[in-house]
């Protein structure tokens, strides 16, 4: 009777001890199951983050060089100055336009359809500028580039943001230097108005490579902050001052093309920085003063090369400063479109008096850091 009690107790404990096993051997499975999903997961996060950045990147690249191309070939125009001027500034007022309009067409359209749109426009209407040399035609045309420029920078900052990636944030800001950079290297590649302009059909084939479709229909339209507005303003500041560099650099008898090319490509690890940037606020702005001062108003040409890094570097942090006052992925590209008047309205009136402009560096980047100082003893709140 014993021998059968002890076989049915090591029979139980056999049977036991096999589900305990069977069942860690599941739990094991279950748990390497679950790290594989999870790395699955991270590497679509991961991939899908990839996509963004160079998406968003594009879409403020490349606007950015189709708006910029007249910059480098004003006198070409033959044209008064202040007309050839106002059609290279001229797009900085459409910017508003599209940046206004860009959120109706997310909710209608999404963002896919919108940046092809948006691509294949910028791309014609750039081809044919370098066909008619209409003052008047040129005029409407840059307006209209205006337009969609603030359509697909107002969606890529939109996505930019959306990520919650400062580095992503930054690289897409970057696109502006980038897209300056290309105008400068189509300027030394073509040098004639009618090919640099022709040279804007290069959006046409990146139309295709925009994949994100990003859909605002049950969201209100939102309308920044003032203080967003103004704290593009005043960081963008320098970037609109940049746009009669050239002009500068010509009156000078120095080349052009060297020295855009030098200071666009300093200003890229500048851009890269982003976040870490705001540590040095303080520094930075001195920096921009100081050789925003040397080169417009004493004319030492290797000035340009420290205040273009450092005026286009401020870019990568105006996002992250806009959002402390408000500015969020939706209307962010508002405020950065409304701000861009600056662009419209500085190289008109320091066209005839350029040296003054370093006082309006001067000015802006003193009160941007009294904004932020200001936010920081809690006197400015939202």
Same mark, same amino acid.
């Given at each position: 009777?014993?021998?059968?009690?002890?076989?049915?107790?090591?029979?139980?404990?056999?049977?036991?001890?096999?589900?305990?096993?069977?069942?860690?051997?599941?739990?094991?499975?279950?748990?390497?199951?679950?790290?594989?999903?999870?790395?699955?997961?991270?590497? *679509?996060?991961?991939?899908?983050?990839?996509?963004?950045?160079?998406?968003?990147?594009?879409?403020?690249? /490349?606007? *950015?060089?189709?708006?910029?191309?007249?910059?480098?070939?004003? &006198?070409?125009?033959? /044209?008064?100055?202040?007309?050839?001027?106002?059609?290279?500034?001229?797009?900085?007022?459409?910017?508003?336009?599209? @940046?206004?309009?860009?959120?109706?067409?997310?909710?209608?359209?999404?963002?896919?359809?919108?940046?092809?749109?948006?691509?294949?426009? /910028?791309?014609?209407?750039?081809?044919?500028?370098?066909?008619?040399? &209409? !003052?008047?035609?040129?005029?409407?045309?840059?307006? /209209?580039?205006?337009?969609?420029?603030?359509?697909?920078?107002?969606?890529?900052?939109?996505?930019?943001? $959306? *990520?919650?990636?400062?580095?992503?944030?930054?690289? +897409?800001?970057?696109?502006?230097?980038?897209?300056?950079?290309?105008?400068?290297?189509?300027? !030394?590649?073509?040098?004639?108005? #009618?090919?640099?302009?022709?040279?804007?059909?290069? +959006?046409?084939?990146?139309?295709?490579?925009?994949?994100?479709?990003?859909? *605002?229909?049950?969201?209100?339209?939102?309308?920044?902050?003032?203080?967003?507005?103004?704290?593009?303003?005043?960081?963008?500041?320098?970037?609109?001052?940049?746009? $009669? !560099?050239?002009?500068?650099?010509?009156?000078?008898?120095?080349?052009?093309?060297?020295?855009?090319?030098?200071?666009?490509?300093?200003?890229?690890?500048?851009?890269?920085?982003? @976040?870490?940037?705001?540590?040095?606020?303080?520094?930075?702005?001195?920096?921009?003063? =100081?050789?925003?001062?040397?080169?417009?108003?004493?004319? %030492?040409? #290797? !000035?340009?090369?420290?205040?273009?890094?450092?005026?286009?570097?401020?870019?990568?942090?105006?996002? +992250?400063?806009?959002?402390?006052?408000?500015?969020?992925?939706?209307?962010?590209?508002?405020?950065?479109? %409304?701000?861009?008047?600056?662009?419209?309205?500085?190289?008109? =009136?320091?066209?005839?008096?350029?040296?003054?402009?370093?006082?309006?560096?001067?000015? +802006?980047?003193?009160?941007? $850091?009294? $904004?932020?100082? @200001?936010?920081?003893?809690?006197?400015?709140?939202?």
């Amino acid at each position: 009777m014993f021998n059968y009690a002890s076989e049915f107790i090591i029979i139980i404990i056999n049977i036991v001890w096999k589900f305990k096993f069977s069942l860690y051997t599941s739990y094991t499975y279950v748990k390497m199951l679950k790290l594989k999903l999870e790395d699955i997961n991270m590497t *679509t996060k991961m991939m899908e983050q990839k996509s963004n950045a160079i998406e968003s990147f594009l879409a403020y690249t /490349l606007p *950015t060089y189709i708006l910029v191309l007249p910059t480098f070939v004003i &006198n070409q125009l033959n /044209l008064p100055t202040w007309i050839a001027f106002t059609i290279a500034s001229i797009p900085f007022s459409g910017r508003i336009a599209g @940046a206004l309009i860009y959120q109706y067409l997310l909710k209608i359209l999404g963002s896919r359809i919108v940046i092809y749109l948006s691509f294949s426009s /910028l791309g014609i209407l750039s081809a044919t500028d370098g066909i008619f040399h &209409n !003052a008047i035609y040129l005029l409407i045309s840059r307006f /209209l580039i205006g337009v969609f420029f603030g359509i697909s920078t107002s969606i890529a900052i939109n996505e930019a943001l $959306l *990520t919650r990636s400062k580095f992503i944030t930054s690289l +897409t800001m970057s696109g502006w230097a980038v897209g300056w950079m290309g105008g400068s290297i189509a300027y !030394a590649l073509l040098h004639y108005w #009618e090919l640099i302009a022709i040279s804007g059909l290069i +959006t046409l084939p990146f139309t295709l490579t925009y994949k994100s479709n990003i859909k *605002t229909s049950n969201v209100r339209y939102q309308f920044p902050p003032l203080l967003a507005i103004l704290t593009y303003f005043l960081a963008f500041e320098p970037a609109f001052a940049l746009t $009669l !560099a050239p002009y500068v650099l010509e009156k000078l008898g120095d080349d052009v093309l060297v020295y855009m090319i030098i200071s666009y490509s300093l200003s890229i690890p500048i851009y890269l920085l982003g @976040a870490k940037l705001e540590r040095f606020l303080s520094m930075l702005l001195v920096g921009i003063i =100081v050789s925003g001062i040397l080169f417009f108003y004493f004319n %030492i040409s #290797e !000035a340009l090369f420290i205040f273009t890094a450092l005026g286009l570097g401020i870019n990568a942090i105006a996002p +992250t400063i806009a959002q402390r006052y408000g500015a969020n992925p939706l209307n962010a590209g508002i405020a950065l479109n %409304i701000a861009a008047i600056g662009g419209t309205i500085i190289p008109i =009136v320091f066209s005839n008096s350029i040296k003054s402009i370093s006082i309006l560096t001067l000015i +802006t980047m003193i009160i941007l $850091l009294f $904004l932020e100082r @200001a936010r920081k003893e809690e006197k400015i709140t939202i």
